[in-house]
């Protein structure tokens, strides 16, 4: 709830307060989950370094637990944080990494975030045949999931990449949808 407001001081400490809970219980899934949101608080006020070592931790538990969902999501938040940190060819291994895990559970949401970032990361790069290929796959797998909100996001990146590109006319048609 913190996190959702912004209040990104009050979320740590409360999140640092499950974290000790879930030690005390032995909850080794909990800890995992807890470490995956304090990676995200942390890159959310900008603290790029500080928030490797929490997500690292939350992907080794994932790992170690077998939960690929949370490894699907811990690697995205790592590629998340590679890109912001301008690490773009790590960010694009991480975020493949991570497509790969969502496509082997059809996690379409999952898809859906990984190839969007994937895509944006690619445009980033200038390999705009790349960018374009996995803003459109992610396009398909929003309208699969009739959510308008990943939608809009796909097409305004790969909106970008067209007018990157030069296809104005598809730039243009592709921001107004």
């Excluded at 996190?3 to 307060?17: M, V």
């Excluded at 699907?72 to 944080?81: C, E, R, S, W, Y």
């Amino acid at each position: 709830m913190h996190r959702l407001r912004s209040d990104y001081d009050n979320a740590e400490a409360a999140l640092n307060g499950a974290l000790g809970l879930y030690r005390r219980i032995g909850s080794r899934l909990g800890k995992a989950n807890v470490h995956l949101l304090l990676g995200i608080v942390r890159y959310s006020v900008g603290d790029h370094p500080g928030a490797v070592a929490p997500l690292e931790d939350a992907l080794r538990r994932y790992v170690e637990l077998g939960d690929r969902r949370g490894e699907a999501n811990a690697l995205l938040q790592l590629g998340i944080v590679r890109y912001m940190g301008g690490d773009l060819t790590g960010a694009v291994d991480l975020l493949s990494r991570s497509l790969r895990r969502s496509r082997e559970l059809n996690d379409l949401p999952g898809m859906s975030s990984e190839l969007t970032v994937l895509g944006y990361v690619h445009r980033l790069r200038g390999d705009y045949p790349a960018a374009e290929a996995a803003l459109a796959e992610a396009l398909q797998q929003s309208r699969e999931l009739g959510d308008r909100l990943r939608e809009a996001t796909a097409f305004s990146h790969l909106g970008a990449v067209l007018h990157r590109t030069g296809d104005r006319a598809g730039a243009a048609d592709a921001l107004a949808r």
